[in-house]
């Protein structure tokens, strides 16, 4: 019986399934012309956790914990989910999770270690029954914020989606987050289906969800 569709792409190499779904003019966009006042650019690293990870990744994949965590961990303590380094790592290193990663590019020769400028991290997977690429995470380090690069990721995320055919984009966005909202509503995303509403507690009081589950049609839209 041949695989479905999500599976037969998640049983793919990080290798295979970037070559066959992420367009390189995409990556193109955002390593060119978004150099920072130092003068530096960006080059990109690509991962999927499908593969044995080299300790140079595994090390990305730690950067890129920390800055979920200088960026989202308020966010994460005063929600429903919580903080826990422990349970966030787990969930970066889920079998299906790829990885797109903007590296600063150093002139300095005494720096060895690459340095994560951002990233965002996306899975193939089924959501409420439908084909989905999901957006798990999406960060930027404070000198690469307000550049537009955010969109150019998202833009990167739905284009792998469209080229392996799924029915929508996806992601979790805090509440409080109002400029990340904003910049998703910017771009098409809406209040999907099935994000949460409101709960009555027993008591009586009602208690809003602080996070709100937004998605796009990528059949519908470009």
Request: hydrophobic fraction near 35%; charge should be neutral.
């Amino acid at each position: 019986m041949p695989l479905k569709l999500v599976e037969s792409v998640n049983s793919l190499t990080a290798s295979d399934f970037f070559q066959k779904y992420l367009a390189q003019d995409d990556i193109a966009a955002i390593t060119s012309n978004n150099a920072s006042p130092e003068e530096r650019s960006l080059r990109v690293t690509l991962i999927g956790t499908c593969d044995s990870l080299t300790a140079e990744n595994e090390g990305l994949l730690e950067q890129c914990l920390q800055l979920i965590e200088s960026t989202s961990a308020e966010d994460y303590r005063n929600s429903e989910m919580k903080w826990s380094v422990y349970k966030k790592r787990k969930e970066m290193h889920l079998p299906d999770m790829r990885y797109l990663i903007l590296i600063e590019n150093n002139t300095n020769p005494s720096i060895v270690e690459p340095k994560v400028a951002g990233f965002v991290s996306f899975m193939i997977t089924y959501e409420d029954g439908k084909q989905v690429v999901y957006c798990y995470e999406i960060h930027l380090n404070s000198p690469w914020q307000g550049k537009g690069i955010g969109k150019k990721l998202m833009a990167i995320v739905e284009g792998v989606g469209r080229r392996v055919g799924m029915e929508k984009s996806m992601l979790t966005v805090f509440k409080a987050n109002a400029r990340a909202v904003k910049m998703y509503e910017s771009i098409g995303y809406r209040e999907d289906e099935f994000s949460p509403g409101p709960r009555k507690l027993r008591n009586g009081t009602v208690k809003q969800p602080r996070y709100v589950i937004l998605s796009k049609d990528l059949r519908t839209s470009a």
